[in-house]
T-cell receptor
Framework: GAVVSQHPSWVICKSGTSVKIECRSL??????MFWYRQFPKQSLMLMAT?????????EQGVEKDKFLINHASLTLSTLTVTSAHPEDSSFYIC?????????????FGSGTRLTVV | RKEVEQDPGPFNVPEGATVAFNCTYS??????FFWYRQDCRKEPKLLMS???SGNEDGRFTAQLNRASQYISLLIRDSKLSDSATYLC?????????????FGTGTRLKVLA
């Protein structure tokens, strides 16, 4: 089945630094990938939709200058948390769907647990 | 009103019990529906898609009621390993793109 690789799995960074998270579709092409954030005991909240070759679409309330998304190829999307602060500490997850499997659900990466100290 | 609503639970049930979860959605244009399972501190994993005619996969049965805009998940003969959070997911076409909208999840604890 479709596999999405996400790394790093966890990262601890100092406040004010930037962190890049990668999301790769390993055995399929994904024109669209999605980035979610999940705080403890809460649901996944969609942050943005990453579109290959074009600008990402951000959900209301998500700062596009703070969460930079780049989708340069059909298999790779990156999320960069710029000038991270403790309140950005969360579980970030990407997802994608094989273009040829429209009737199946999305596959998720294993997530990145970000802790900003 | 939230786009996708679920009872957060927890549902505490004994092994072998049958348990059902419901989920309601607000966007009548929604096309695809799924149940995902999420274990603590892990990513969600697809449990099953939900089809209009209803579908079954082993001990799991999913139903869709478009008129009332809800979907359900039935788990029979609960196992300890079924303990997890079950996420209702609706794939809705909005603003020119499809988006996955998650419910808050329903926590299930199966007790020995």
């Amino acid at each position: 089945g479709a596999v999405v690789s996400q790394h790093p799995s966890w990262v601890i960074c100092k406040s004010g630094t930037s962190v890049k998270i990668e999301c790769r579709s390993l055995d399929f092409q994904a024109t669209t990938m999605f980035w979610y954030r999940q705080f403890p005991k809460q649901s996944l909240m969609l942050m943005a939709t990453s579109n290959e070759g074009s600008k990402a679409t951000y959900e209301q309330g998500v700062e596009k200058d703070k969460f930079l998304i780049n989708h340069a190829s059909l298999t790779l999307s990156t999320l960069t948390v710029t000038s991270a602060h403790p309140e950005d500490s969360s579980f970030y997850i990407c997802s994608a769907r094989d273009r040829g499997e429209a009737n199946y659900g999305y596959t998720f990466g294993s997530g990145t647990r970000l802790t900003v100290v | 009103r939230k786009e996708v609503e679920q009872d957060p639970g927890p549902f505490n049930v004994p092994e072998g019990a049958t348990v059902a979860f419901n989920c309601t959605y607000s966007n009548s244009a929604s096309q695809s529906f799924f149940w995902y399972r999420q274990d603590c501190r892990k990513e969600p994993k697809l449990l099953m898609s939900v089809y209009s005619s209803g579908n079954e996969d082993g001990r799991f049965t999913a139903q869709l009621n478009r008129a009332s805009q809800y979907i359900s998940l039935l788990i029979r003969d609960s196992k300890l390993s079924d303990s997890a959070t079950y996420l209702c997911v609706v794939d809705a076409y909005t603003s020119g793109t499809y988006k996955y909208i998650f419910g808050t999840g329903t926590r299930l604890k199966v007790l020995a």
